[in-house]
């Protein structure tokens, strides 16, 4: 599966992209929201996995973005986020995302979780 990933964090980024790629996942990297759209276009992912904390827009206002384009809309999103508290599960899915992972990511679940959303959208 290809996977965009979203995040601003080195070491997360690094993390997230050894497990999805030990998975044997394709994984492309964006550090910031600045792009991304245009990202997601050109690289045409089966799922993003989108840090809500981001510098510039937030990881929020790109999922409406994307969910706004009609070349991004089916593409599923899913949000990771230390932040739990600051964001309401219920708003996460209502914006469009498809699922919340919380940080700390367990690297034992997360392509598992990633898999889940993905048949669940028949991807």
Same mark, same amino acid.
């Given at each position: ?24 996942? @394709? ?21 993003? &996995? &989108?840090? &809500?904390? &981001? ?6 206002? #790109?999922?409406?973005? #994307? ?7 089916? @593409?599923?999103?899913?949000? @990771? ?19 919340? @992972? ?22």
């Amino acid at each position: 599966m290809r996977i965009l990933v979203i995040e601003d964090d080195p070491t997360d980024l690094k993390l997230v992209r050894v497990v999805l790629e030990g998975s044997g996942h @394709i994984v492309r990297e964006r550090t910031s929201a600045e792009g991304a759209v245009d990202a997601a276009i050109t690289d045409s992912p089966d799922l993003i &996995l &989108l840090d &809500l904390r &981001l510098p510039g827009m937030t990881g929020w206002e #790109l999922t409406r973005e #994307l969910k706004k384009n009609p070349s991004t809309r089916a @593409i599923p999103v899913v949000a @990771i986020s230390a932040f739990a508290d600051c964001f309401s599960r219920e708003e996460l899915l209502k914006i469009g995302c498809e699922a919340v @992972i919380l940080k700390p990511v367990d690297t034992r679940t997360l392509s598992r979780e990633i898999l889940a959303v993905a048949e669940h959208r028949g991807v």
